[in-house]
Every structure is written in C-alpha cells, then in structure tokens.
C-alpha cells in the first residue's frame, strides 16, 4: 500500500536542470573545460561541492579549496540570477495536479531534493504548501546515491520505507531511493533510468490508479 511519495525537485518537479547546466557551463567555459549535455547527467542529483569536483576532474585540474568555494559560489550566483527569473508556467506539466490528487486521496508527500536552494525555489513558484515534510541540501550530509535525505522525509512523514514511492529524474537519485528500500518511479529517460521499477516521461495524464498498477505489477 502506497502511504508517501516523495519527490525529487530538479528535474522532477521543475525543470531547474536546464538552469544548473547553463551554470556549471559558464563556469567550467571559464575554467577552459569543455562541458557537455552529457556531462551534465553526472552532475544530476549530485551536491555542489561534488559537482564542481567531477568538472575539475573533467578538466584534468586540481585546486585548493578555498578556490572550489568561490567557484561554487559563483556557480550559484549564476544559478540564483536564473532562478529569480522563474515563473509558476515552468512547474513540468502535471506535476502539481498529480501531487494534488494524491493528498486528496490521502498519501502524505515530502520533497527530497539535494539543493540548497529548494525551499526559495518552492516559495517562487508557490508550491510549498503541497509538501507535508521537505528535506533539502541544508538538511542532509550524505549526498545521493546515500538514502539519507529519502530516509528522513519518510521519517518525517512517519511511514515506513516499503510504503514509501519515489520519484526521481538521476541516476543518483533512483540509487538512493533503492538503497533506502523504497520503490521508485523514474521521470525521463529510460535509457538513463534502468534502475527505477518503471519510467514515466512526465505527469502529463499520470494518475495514482496508474502508479498503483505499476507496482502492483512489480509485485
Ligand atoms: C540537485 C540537482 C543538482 C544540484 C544539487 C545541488 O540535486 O539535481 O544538479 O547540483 O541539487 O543544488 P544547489 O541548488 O544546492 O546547488
Ligand atoms: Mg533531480
């Protein structure tokens, strides 16, 4: 039985993955590393501080750590300059509608997001009300694919993990949402998404009957 989901933010719920890549691509332009779409799925679900570090190694360059912690706070400003500009039309289709439905139906929700910046980002496309626990960046210390933050919304939520669904858009992600014992649908895709017990494109018609049948099926 299906009690809580719980819901990554980047990329499940808005499309933010597009702003973090045009980040990371100024910078790691700045730094003279080359810095592909494909890169860019390294870095989905991945900390910051993690992030930068797998570009440095991209580029083959070491630097001190008070250098990383200006260039992440770089990285960031130019994140933020992005994400200050984001409108309610950029929430992915159907997601709200889904999250909706579900509450109506019962089944707490928590977000489960490595970002920093989650709480501004849900006060900025005023959703944050649809979350009955929301566990960020701030709150965790061991980054996805450790089942930490998933772990602490189903604690949050109080509902055990095999009642617990997870929606996640990385790699990283669907591994921290296994790891916690949990079941998991990818959003995306499937090619980079193997791992999850089934991969929706996105919310657009999805409905809590379907997810149902989903992991029925698994079962
Ligand atoms: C999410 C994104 C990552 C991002 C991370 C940290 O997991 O998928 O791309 O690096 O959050 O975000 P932050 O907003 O704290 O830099
Ligand atoms: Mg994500």
Redesign the pocket.
């Known amino acids: 039985e299906i009690k809580a989901c719980l819901f990554?933010?980047?990329?499940v719920i808005v499309d933010?993955?597009k702003y973090?890549y045009l980040a990371?691509q100024q910078l790691a332009n700045g730094l003279g590393i080359s810095f592909t779409e494909e890169h860019n799925e390294l870095?989905?679900?991945?900390?910051?501080m993690?992030?930068l570090d797998i570009i440095l190694e991209l580029g083959n360059t070491t630097l001190a750590d008070d250098e990383k912690m200006k260039l992440?706070t770089q990285?960031?400003e130019i994140?933020l300059s992005y994400i200050q500009r984001m409108k309610d039309d950029e929430l992915l289709p159907g997601v709200k509608e889904f999250i909706e439905e579900i509450r109506n139906k019962g089944i707490v929700v928590a977000l489960g997001?490595?970002?920093?910046?989650?709480r501004l980002i849900l006060k900025q496309l005023h959703i944050e009300e649809l979350f009955d626990a929301i566990i960020?960046?701030n709150e965790v210390t061991q980054a996805?694919p450790d089942p930490e933050v998933f772990l602490k919304g189903a604690e949050a939520l109080q509902v055990e993990s095999r009642s617990c669904v997870v929606f996640e858009?990385?790699i990283?992600?669907v591994e921290a949402a296994k790891n916690a014992g949990m079941a998991c649908i990818g959003v995306g895709d499937p090619k980079n998404l193997s791992e999850a017990d089934q991969v929706i494109s996105g919310f657009e018609g999805f409905n809590l009957k379907q997810l149902a049948t989903f992991l029925s099926d698994k079962n």
Do not use: F, P
């Open positions: 990554d933010l980047d990329g933010t993955a973090h990371w870095l989905k679900g991945v900390s910051r993690r992030s992440a990285k960031n994140y997001s490595a970002s920093k910046n989650a960020d960046g996805k858009d990385a990283a992600g």
